[in-house]
């Protein structure tokens, strides 16, 4: 399936939830569905509240359908609940983990910096987005990167909303790290992540 490239907005007010990381998101000033009437829609069934979920989640990392069918499988292979262990994979995507750290100031932005080579991981260069962070792995930016205005606006944004316990940071060095795998708890998402898994249970 093609990445989507329409209004961002767009998906968060269809989504009910913010997945474009602006602070001017449009969801703030209409929390209605996108289209004409959206009070009278039908009632909502069991299929499109799971649908719902995933996609919440999809878009919430911004991520193509075969890329998260892939993590959803990998996911089922592992012991545990599968749903904790799906969004514990998505939060330690480099992109993911670089935005967390106040370094972009959304997800797409941290991809770009990734895919433009401004991300060390230990040292090496990483620009694969999709690059799973280990624990205690140190992410810091290129030195000629620290003053571009992507970066400088992602700091600003951060500074607005509270770190997760799973990451340390230090901001006048850009540079953090992943302290422990993330726990259900700590991941700012508003998502049910078992209609996620019951959703792909025919399918997988």
């Known amino acids: 399936m093609a990445r989507y490239t329409g209004p961002r907005c767009r998906k968060c007010r269809q989504l009910g ?9 449009a969801l703030l000033k209409r929390s209605t569905p996108p289209g004409m009437h959206p009070a009278l829609r039908r009632k909502v069934s069991d299929f499109k509240k799971r649908l719902v979920e995933k996609q919440k989640m999809r878009y919430a990392y ?21 749903g904790e262990y799906l969004l514990s994979l998505l939060e330690r995507r480099l992109d993911t983990m670089v935005y967390r750290l106040g370094f972009a100031p959304s997800i797409l932005a941290a991809r770009q910096l990734v895919t433009h080579g401004h991300i060390r991981v230990n040292d090496q260069k990483v620009n694969i987005p999709s690059y799973i962070v280990k ?70």
């Not at 939830?17 to 998101?25: D, E, F, M, R, W």
């Not at 911004?62 to 599968?82: C, H, L």
């Open 135 to 204: 624990e205690k792995e140190e992410i810091a930016l290129r030195e000629a990167s620290k003053k571009l205005a992507l970066v400088e606006e992602g700091v600003a944004r951060s500074m607005a909303r509270p770190m997760p316990s799973y990451i340390q940071v230090d901001r006048e060095a850009f540079k953090g790290s992943l302290v422990a795998l993330p726990m259900r708890d700590q991941i700012p998402l508003d998502i049910n992540e078992s209609l996620v898994v019951e959703h792909y249970t025919k399918y997988i």
């Open 17 to 25: 939830i913010s997945v474009c990381g602006s602070p001017k998101c």
């Open 62 to 82: 911004w991520i193509t359908e075969r890329q998260f069918r892939n993590y959803v499988k990998n996911a089922f292979k592992k012991p545990g609940v599968a």
